[in-house]
């Protein structure tokens, strides 16, 4: 498979996606100037880029305080654990920073097309499809994935999440299960 970069036209590919999304923001950011909300953003954006990228995933786009993350189906095991990573530490990360927000993880995996989108004066890397429609919808407490996620996972990855139901979802061993939907 080529890589994110190397994606020139509209490509099917299979592939770990991923939604993350901080509760609370709009409500917790009125405390900050917007300087320093920017300021924030900023960082939190270069802190999660790290752990992605670090991790063999691309962030393909943020939208304020969400973001939307594609892992190549070699890494699916690699960006469960990053996301998880993510959840923990990143409630930590911006607690640190004053903001009384956490969290929220979504993961799906399937078919997409990724390539170049935008205007005709600015393209960039994007994806579509029902695995990003799937992962945007799904009901998430904390961190959620689907269960196609969970078939592509190794055994000692498998081991740190539970079934939850309905629908069919796996969270980490340390969440409650949700009660209400």
């Known amino acids: ?41 900023s960082d939190y954006y270069e802190w999660t880029g790290d752990l992605i990228e670090s991790s063999g995933g691309r962030i393909i786009k943020f939208i304020g305080d969400a973001g939307l993350v594609l892992f190549p189906k070699t890494e699916v095991n690699a ?35 990724c390539g170049p989108l935008g205007t005709r004066s600015h393209k960039q890397l994007d994806v579509i499809g029902m695995t990003v429609n799937t992962a945007a919808l799904l009901k998430s ?10 078939r592509q996972l190794q055994p000692d990855v ?20 949700q009660t209400s939907y």
């Open 1 to 41: 498979m080529k890589t994110f970069q190397e994606i020139q036209t509209p490509t099917e590919i299979q592939a770990l996606v991923g939604f993350f999304d901080l509760t609370a923001f709009a409500q917790s950011s009125r405390r900050f100037s917007t300087s320093d909300l920017f300021g924030l953003l």
């Open 79 to 113: 960006g469960v654990l990053a996301f998880k990573r993510l959840k923990e530490e990143g409630d930590k990360w911006i607690a640190q920073r004053g903001m009384a927000s956490k969290h929220i993880v979504k993961l799906h995996y399937g078919p997409v097309i």
């Open 141 to 150: 407490n904390g961190f959620a994935m689907s269960a196609q996620v969970f």
């Open 158 to 177: 498998r081991k740190l999440f539970k079934k939850h139901t309905p629908p069919i979802t796996y969270i980490p061993l340390t969440e409650r299960h």
